[in-house]
């Protein structure tokens, strides 16, 4: 069997998450324990990472998805975010934890937490795989962070260039060069 490309600079190896993830898992089943528990995965970005939240945590929990664009330029986020996907789980009442990929300005989840809390949930959490803070504009807080990343453009394990790249193994990111010879 032939192994993936190396795309970009390596940042984060799949053992690296993995270890990561599983100690993310750990707390969660920590903080939730005995509770009902709803894991939430952001589309597109978010699938690899969740579905190792979901392994790793021995709460059984509940899942659903949802989909947000945010308009704006394809590099920024804009703050005017749109849902194209709504989840249909019933979250009155249950814990839900947002399993993202990355949070840049914040403005994206900053709207989904606001747009779940009208459903009634007990609580509205995120676990975010990456985390850029000095990228922050809204006033958002990730309970659960993988990595703090510098403001560095990020692909693979969900994470796009152009909607390419989601399914490398590892994290890495691209510079000027790296694009160049894409
Ligand atoms: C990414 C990510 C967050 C958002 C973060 O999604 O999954 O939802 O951007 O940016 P913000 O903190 O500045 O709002 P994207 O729109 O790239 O969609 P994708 O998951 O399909 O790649």
Redesign the pocket.
Same mark, same amino acid.
């Given at each position: 069997m032939s192994e993936k490309n190396i795309i970009g600079k390596i940042l984060y190896t799949q053992e690296d998450i993995t270890k990561r993830a599983k100690e993310i898992a750990k707390q969660i089943d920590k903080d939730y324990e005995g509770e009902e528990l709803i894991l939430l995965g952001?589309?597109?970005?978010?699938i690899p990472w969740f579905t190792d939240i979901l392994k790793y945590i021995t709460n059984d929990a509940r899942i659903d998805f949802i989909?947000?664009?945010?308009y704006g330029s394809s590099m !920024?986020?804009s703050g005017i +975010?749109k849902i194209t996907y709504e989840p249909t789980i019933n979250m009155y009442n249950k814990h839900v934890l947002v399993i993202?990929?990355?949070? #840049?300005?914040?403005? !994206?989840?900053k709207y989904l937490k606001a747009k779940l809390a009208e459903r009634g949930p007990k609580s509205v959490k995120v676990c975010s795989m990456l985390n850029k803070e000095s990228?922050r +504009?809204?006033d958002?807080h990730a309970e659960y962070v993988g990595f703090e990343v510098d403001d560095l453009f990020v692909i693979g394990y969900?994470? #796009?260039y152009d909607q390419r790249f989601?399914g490398l193994p590892y994290i890495s990111y691209l510079e000027a060069e790296d694009v160049e010879s894409l």
């Open positions: 952001t589309l597109k970005g978010s989909t947000a664009s945010s !920024t986020s +975010v993202e990929d990355i949070i #840049d300005t914040g403005n !994206t989840l990228r +504009v809204a958002l969900g994470l #796009d989601r």
